[in-house]
């Protein structure tokens, strides 16, 4: 019997019912549509490395000596001689030996703009016949002026066979012809360009040198055949099979996809929470406006744990039919996504589709939808038989102290939460954020009934002077049940909650970078690349032999065996960069000679060095040498936290390139940057920056990062929006009686409608309020949890934070436009006869 009463209920309350799936819908779409998307491009790269280099028995390299970290631009291994080459053929089992070349090549298109300037690899390579590539028309490569390139970047850039296509290197940009178009498989954007092996090598590494080498097999398996190839090999290099070699390029890119997959799946999970209070608000209304039927069904002889599952059985339904819905809806998202990642011009591999994002998708939806709708159910099962007598019945409102109580302890741990993830204590600071953020939320959610009725009383005062008695009686709605006005307002809270911290940290980075650059910039102009790639010293050169340039350094960064450990370092010409950086010396001088080290305070205090220590070092071409600590200089962001001496860095680095360039001239203007322009007209992707040039730089780099996680959380803003819709076309029909009152006592249905969506404002403004209020303290909770790493002003953006409070009235205000509608269209006879 209890099944028929469940599923007549979900029939009969369709609509209710279709809008809390919606919720369930979008959280799930983003979980499945992560999952499909990683999954897919899985498959996509196992199929690639299937085939790419599936003849490879061995592969030859230089061994790491300095671990890289995340920085791909260098090279951590020293390249390989090609004079190897000759003693590997004579190797028995070996054939096909290859050296490979590759590096940083970009094509620039006819529009003057470089091809996919940021995002996928643009690689450069040495065209060899019989590799992983072949040519789809024309022919390779095979003089120093001429190029084949990839058919997809070709397209783009508006190039076809024989015309001269401009190359831009990490060196100055070359025009060469293009003689032939590689044909490729997808590649997510990735463009290959191919020179001849000389050319490769005198523009991408070094004359003479490979990359690495790689060779087949004949006999001899790939374990044999490594073990003697490596006993061929001079110091320096080392031998792989190519299985080893196929794994590491899958275990790089899985670990890149691992990290998206965790990325969109928390923004997924954050939808999922807002969900949940959407469900649980329309649930607990549903119940109180079903509370005569509940008591029926409790007279007639059905038990309260019949009563919780007829209850919970509607959940599931819903839960149900919002995964499913969701986990087509997620399809769709994974499609998108994949275009995305291919450059907007779609994926010819299709979209994957295994168990996990199934299974996934109904667990997730089914569980949160169950866990949401549990508390209303057990309220439905403590309806008393009697209560199916009375024609005011109304579950009763307990006191809040329990909530407050509750609220309290919930925020209070969710605080010491956040403190200890932000100290990085336990290791897993992440979760540690992650679950600290949710215990506020939840905190806050219990203890907000506490402080709505104030709140609202004062953003609703002006209501009855304004809009009359419907503002006086929109406000009164409003107030009449806080547990049902919070648990929407909450919804809304969230998202707006890290939207605002998110906000909050970006403007204190952009105000704390401002104040770095005004302190510790004495530069007239830097050069810098736009792409984000390091570029050849040669540009610098070219800076430097510009009239009324006084002084220009190149500034590198790369990474030494510090102290036994892999650590960061700077090196340019310590005097131009002194002046540049404006350092301040706190002990020692400048003085660096060839084995000098300049550290700064914190570093010293952290390592115990003071001046005249000495340091031992490993750099990456593998020689050691003792280094002494000749000053220490107060913190500074341009220089680093650790300088060599441009002589010492340039002696251990085979291709040195540089991260910045440092200019002083003699009489900074428009004719001094014209000038400095026109010397780097061979080297498109750079720019020359003044102090405000450079703050406008971070600035639209945060502004960027700050869009990409609003986009994200625009998701859950959304459920929130659609749970003031479902609020407000429940408290409609709850109210329906009272509105066909109002209407007969000379309301107009004007006037109602304006009830309505006045009441949805400051529901909203109130969820807004409270959720800018936590991002706020958020944000200076991480602000000041990261002073030490840079972020040393706290900068609030007042004006955003009160567009976001408008932002939230105009949600209100569309919220409520068709419950306000259907309100209006009420039969005023009936509504007053509605039970």
């Known amino acids: 019997m209890m099944a028929r009463v469940t599923l007549r209920n979900l029939t009969a309350h369709k609509l209710r019912l279709l809008l809390t799936a919606v919720s369930v819908v979008l959280g799930v779409a983003m979980i499945a549509g992560t999952l499909i998307f990683t999954d897919s491009m899985s498959k996509q790269f196992d199929d690639l490395f299937a085939t790419f280099g599936k003849n490879v028995a061995v592969d030859v390299r230089g061994k790491k000596v300095v671990e890289a970290g995340n920085d791909q631009q260098v090279s951590s291994r020293p390249p390989v001689p090609a004079s190897v080459l000759d003693g590997l053929r004579k190797v028995d089992g070996v054939r096909d030996v290859i050296g490979n070349v590759s590096g940083y090549a970009a094509v620039i298109g006819k529009n003057g703009k470089t091809v996919a300037t940021q995002g996928p690899p643009q690689l450069g390579m040495n065209w060899v016949s019989g590799g992983d590539y072949t040519i789809r028309s024309g022919r390779a490569p095979s003089a ?77 398996s790939e374990t044999v055949l490594r073990d003697r190839v490596a006993r061929t090999l001079p110091g320096g290099l080392e031998a792989i099979t190519g299985a080893k070699l196929r794994a590491e390029l899958k275990t790089d890119i899985q670990g890149f996809l691992s990290f998206f997959r965790t990325l969109l799946l928390v923004f997924g999970f954050i939808a999922v ?54 986990l087509v809806a997620g399809a769709g998202l994974a499609m998108a996504l994949q275009a995305l990642a291919g450059g907007g011009s779609g994926s010819s591999a299709g979209l994957t589709f295994t168990l996990t994002p199934v299974i996934w998708s109904y667990a997730v939806g089914i569980a949160v939808t169950l866990v949401a709708a549990y508390l209303p159910a057990r309220r439905a099962a403590k309806i008393p038989p009697v209560a ?32 200890l993830g932000l100290a990085g204590v336990g290791g897993r600071p992440l979760i540690l954020l992650g679950a600290g953020a949710g215990m506020v939320f939840l905190g806050v959610a219990m203890l907000a009934p506490a402080i709505s009725r104030p709140v609202i009383r004062l953003l609703g005062w002006a209501y009855p002077r304004l809009f009359g008695t419907p503002g006086r009686l929109a406000r009164e709605n409003a107030l009449r049940n806080p ?27 952009i105000a704390s970078i401002g104040r770095s650059v005004d302190q510790q910039f004495g530069a007239d102009y830097i050069v810098m690349s736009e792409t984000q790639n390091r570029f050849s010293p040669e540009a610098i050169k070219a800076v430097g032999g510009t009239p009324g340039v006084e002084q220009a350094t190149a500034l590198y ?94 002696a251990h680095t085979a291709t040195p390139l540089a991260v910045m360039g440092i200019v002083q001239v003699k009489t900074p203007g428009p004719a001094a940057r014209q000038a400095l322009e026109q010397a780097l007209r061979d080297f498109p992707n750079l720019k020359v920056q003044d102090r405000s040039d450079l703050k406008k730089s971070f600035q639209k780099q945060l502004d960027q990062i700050v869009v990409f996680f609003t986009i994200m959380l625009a998701m859950s803003i959304i459920i929130a929006a659609v749970g003031v819709i479902n609020t407000l076309a429940l408290s409609v029909i709850e109210r329906t009686r009272e509105i066909g009152l109002l209407r007969a006592v000379g309301t107009s249905r004007r006037q109602v409608r304006r009830m309505i969506r006045l009441e949805s404002v400051v529901i909203a403004v109130f969820g807004a309020l409270l959720g800018i209020t936590i991002g706020v303290c958020f944000g200076a909770a991480i602000q000041n949890g990261l002073r030490d790493n840079g972020l040393k002003v706290l900068d609030i953006p007042v004006g955003t934070l009160a567009m976001y409070v408008l932002v939230g009235g105009l949600i209100g205000m569309l919220a409520a436009l068709w419950p306000a509608w259907r309100a209006g269209r009420m039969d005023v006879l009936k509504a007053i006869a509605a039970e």
């Open 144 to 220: 120093p002026g001429e190029v084949a390139i990839d058919e997809t970047t070709m397209k783009k850039a508006g190039y076809t066979l024989g015309q001269r296509a401009r190359i831009l290197l990490q060196g100055p940009t070359r025009a060469m012809t293009v003689v032939g178009s590689i044909k490729t498989p997808d590649m997510m954007g990735t463009t290959i360009t191919a020179f001849d092996t000389a050319t490769a090598q005198r523009l991408l590494l070094e004359p003479g040198y490979f990359s690495d080498v790689q060779m087949g097999r004949t006999g001899a």
């Open 557 to 650: 960064s790369g990474k030494v065996n510090l102290g036994g450990k892999p650590t960061d370092v700077q090196s340019a010409d310590i005097a131009v960069l002194a002046s540049g950086a404006r350092l301040k010396m706190l002990a020692g001088s400048t003085a660096l000679g060839t084995d000098g080290l300049l550290v700064d305070e914190s570093t010293a205090k952290s390592s115990r060095w003071t001046v005249g220590s000495t340091v031992p070092v490993q750099f990456a071409d593998g020689a050691r040498q003792s280094l002494r600590v000749a000053g220490i200089y107060a913190t500074n962001e341009l220089a680093g936290a650790r300088v060599l001496s441009e002589h010492t860095y340039l």
């Open 273 to 326: 929470f807002v969900g949940a209070f959407i469900i649980f608000n329309t649930f607990s209304m549903l119940v109180a406006q079903r509370t005569r039927e509940l008591a029926l069904l409790r007279a007639i002889g059905a038990s309260r744990r019949q009563v919780t599952r007829a209850v919970l059985g509607e959940a599931l339904g819903v839960g149900l039919i919002g995964s499913t819905m969701g």
């Open 483 to 509: 547990r049902r006005t919070t648990a929407t307002a909450s919804a809304l809270m969230i998202g707006l909650a890290l939207v605002s911290a998110i906000n909050v940290v970006s403007s204190s980075a």
């Open 388 to 419: 199916a007598m009375r024609d005011d019945v109304a579950l009763p409102q307990r006191s809040l102290r329990i909530r407050i109580v509750t609220g309290s302890v919930l925020t209070g741990i969710g605080a010491v939460a956040l403190v």
